[in-house]
């Protein structure tokens, strides 16, 4: 539906490292940056990441995101229980011209 | 504290109406664009509509267009969103959002507002 591409869950342990990607399109991660959101059940979504690798105040620098052509990932490091949310991907789009979300990827922490 | 929170939501059968509101608190909304993104059920999030400082620029996506407007009222300090014609793949839960655009994404979000259009 949104032409961007993300895998429907992830899972890992506490302590462990994990990756999520997202994959798009020229229009999209290819030539803008891209934000990620992070989304517990029944709360207000959060921007977790903005301008690509930035964190707002309050985020730990245990979220980092990074950009290849046009793929993009976020890396949570020393997972942890309240780490288990769904993840958005959301670059901007020059053909729609406005911000695009991938499907979401949930995330399991075991 | 900087915040936003939804109302308006509710049961309307397909066909009908709703108006959601959105309040913001410790910030000055004419200072930015907003937005409203839904979740519908078992989904992802999409934006629905934004519109700038003054309300004279708006946009909607394909699949709401000339059915739901967006509107603000600054000196209320309140978006709102006005829905016609609703069907039923409208349902799921609003989100009233602060955008920063393309570098800075959507930095404030309401907890939502859930609209269900079912007969």
């Known amino acids: 539906q949104s032409g961007l591409t993300q895998p429907p869950s992830v899972s890992g342990t506490p302590g462990q490292r994990v990756t999520i990607s997202c994959s798009g399109s020229?229009?999209?991660?290819?030539?803008?940056?891209v934000n990620w959101y992070q989304h517990l059940p029944g709360a207000a979504p959060r921007l977790l990441i903005y301008?690509?690798?930035q964190r707002p105040s309050g985020v730990p620098d245990r979220f980092s995101a990074s950009k290849s052509g046009t793929s993009a990932s976020l890396t949570i490091r020393g997972l942890q229980f309240e780490d288990e949310a769904d993840y958005y991907c959301?670059?901007?789009?020059?053909?729609?011209?406005?911000?695009?979300f991938g499907g979401g990827t949930k995330l399991t922490v075991l | 504290e900087v915040q936003v929170v939804e109302s308006g939501g509710g049961l309307v059968q397909p066909g009908g109406s709703l108006r959601l509101s959105c309040a913001a608190s410790d910030f000055t909304l004419e200072t930015y664009w907003m937005a409203w993104v839904r979740q519908a059920p078992g989904k992802g999030l999409e934006r629905v509509a934004n519109?700038?400082?003054?309300?004279?620029?708006?946009s909607y996506v394909d699949s709401v267009q000339g059915r739901f407007s967006i509107s603000r009222d600054n000196a209320q300090n309140s978006l709102f969103l006005q829905m016609n014609s609703l069907r039923v793949e409208d349902t799921a839960i609003y989100y009233c959002?602060?955008?920063?655009?393309?570098?800075?994404?959507?930095?404030?979000w309401g907890q939502g507002t859930t609209v269900t259009v079912s007969s």
């Open positions: 519109i700038n400082q003054g309300g004279s620029e708006k």
């Open positions: 959301a670059p901007w789009d020059n053909i729609l011209n406005g911000p695009v």
């Open positions: 301008n690509g690798s």
């Open positions: 959002a602060r955008e920063r655009g393309r570098y800075f994404g959507m930095d404030v």
């Open positions: 020229n229009s999209n991660i290819g030539s803008n940056v």
